[in-house]
Nanobody, 125 residues
Framework: QVQLVESGGGLVQTGGSLRLSCAASGRTFSTNSMAWFRQAPGKEREFVAAINWRGGNTYVADFVKGRFIVSRDNAKNTVYLQMNSLNPMDTAIYYC??????????????????WGQGTQVTVSS
C-alpha cells in the first residue's frame, strides 16, 4: 500500500504561482513514475505532468509547457509541481498519482495505481 498526500493548493490571482507537493509513504520502493492530473468541474481528468522516478525524465502536457515544472526529491519520496503564469483555465482539483506497475512514465490515468485525495487550485481573474 502506498499513501499519497498532496498540499500547496489554494487561491491565486491570474499570473500568480503555486507549488504543489505530493508526499508518498508506505511501499514506495516499487515506484516507477509519478504524475499530476487535474479535473475541472464538468470535465474529464486530464494529464498535466509526470516524472520518471529513477531517470528523472519529465513530461508535461502541451497546455502547460513553459509554465509548469515537475520535479522530485527521491530522498523525501516527494514530487512537486511548480505552476507559474496561472490563469483561470488552470482552476481544477489537482491529483497526484503513482505508478508501480508499468516500467515507464505513462500519461493515461488508468495506468496509475495509487492516487492522492486531490488539492484545489483556484485562479481568479
Amino acid at each position: 500500500q502506498v499513501q499519497l498526500v498532496e498540499s500547496g493548493g489554494g487561491l491565486v490571482q491570474t499570473g500568480g504561482s503555486l507549488r504543489l507537493s505530493c508526499a508518498a509513504s508506505g511501499r514506495t520502493f516499487s515506484t516507477n513514475s509519478m504524475a499530476w492530473f487535474r479535473q475541472a468541474p464538468g470535465k474529464e481528468r486530464e494529464f498535466v505532468a509526470a516524472i520518471n522516478w529513477r531517470g528523472g525524465n519529465t513530461y508535461v502536457a502541451d497546455f502547460v509547457k513553459g509554465r509548469f515544472i515537475v520535479s522530485r526529491d527521491n530522498a523525501k519520496n516527494t514530487v512537486y509541481l511548480q505552476m507559474n503564469s496561472l490563469n483561470p483555465m488552470d482552476t481544477a482539483i489537482y491529483y497526484c498519482a503513482l505508478n508501480s506497475r508499468i516500467p515507464n512514465t505513462p500519461r493515461l490515468a488508468n495506468l496509475y495505481d495509487n492516487w492522492g485525495q486531490g488539492t484545489q487550485v483556484t485562479v481568479s481573474s
